[in-house]
């Protein structure tokens, strides 16, 4: 069985760049879910996807957008980044209708 | 507000000597609460699920409990390698999401 994978497992952007971070959920697993962690916090959900849309949304503004393709993997994109984007980015996949996420090893995104 | 808060922030614990971890929750319609383990840099590492008051679960030297209102994680006789951080979280109502608390961090020393 393979696991939740993320990439890149570091990026260092700066401020006003985009950037795109991607995920491969675990194998028969059809829900992505994103999360921001940043350092000495829990994670914060950013948002959920499932069938390709968007499901369920946190408190994040517009700029963080993403994807998922019909293999279930997705990508997270954040516009005009920011300072405090500086963060671990989480991906978890679940199945659809089970409330258990596995999580990825995550992406550290610095922003100078 | 749904909320999730831990304690205590750290614990320090000599290899061998038992203590217990508290996530105390205010949901409207509790689903699941969860508890993973994170290693510094990493990913959270699933642990348990619990659904219900009165549940509990075990894993080797970890125990986890649910109450109406909190949980517990015990840990029995800890090894240095238990050294991570706890991370407690609630699934409520109708969406999927994951509300974590802070964490604890556990440092074992041999």
């Known amino acids: 069985e393979t696991g939740v994978t993320q990439s890149p497992t570091h990026l260092i952007k700066t401020r006003g760049q985009q950037v795109t971070l991607r995920c491969s959920s675990q194998?028969?697993?059809?829900?992505v879910s994103w999360y921001q962690q940043a350092l000495g916090q829990g994670p914060q959900f950013i948002f959920q996807?499932?069938?390709?849309?968007?499901?369920g949304r946190g408190n994040f503004p517009p700029r963080f957008s993403g994807l998922q393709f019909p293999n279930y993997s997705s990508e997270l994109n954040v516009n005009a980044l920011e300072l405090d984007d500086s963060a671990l980015y989480l991906c978890?996949?679940?199945?659809?209708?089970?409330?258990?996420?596995?999580f990825g090893p995550g992406t550290r995104l610095l922003v100078l | 507000e749904d909320q999730v808060t831990q304690s205590p922030e750290a614990l320090r614990l000599q290899e061998g000597e038992s203590s217990s971890l508290n996530c105390s929750y205010t949901?409207?319609?509790?689903?699941?609460l969860f508890w993973y383990r994170q290693d510094p840099g990493k990913g959270p590492e699933f642990l348990f699920t619990?659904?219900?008051a009165g549940e509990e679960k075990e894993k080797e030297r970890l125990k986890a409990t649910l109450t109406k209102k909190e949980s517990f994680l015990h840990i029995t006789a800890p090894k240095p390698e238990d050294s991570a951080t706890y991370l407690c979280?609630?699934?409520?109502?109708?969406?999927?999401?994951?509300?974590f608390g802070t964490g604890t961090r556990l440092q074992v020393f041999p």
């Open positions: 978890a996949s679940s199945l659809w209708g089970a409330e258990t996420q596995y």
């Open positions: 194998s028969g697993h059809n829900t």
């Open positions: 996807y499932y069938r390709e849309e968007e499901n």
């Open positions: 949901v409207s319609g509790l689903r699941g």
């Open positions: 619990l659904y219900s």
């Open positions: 979280a609630v699934q409520a109502g109708n969406t999927d999401k994951l509300i």
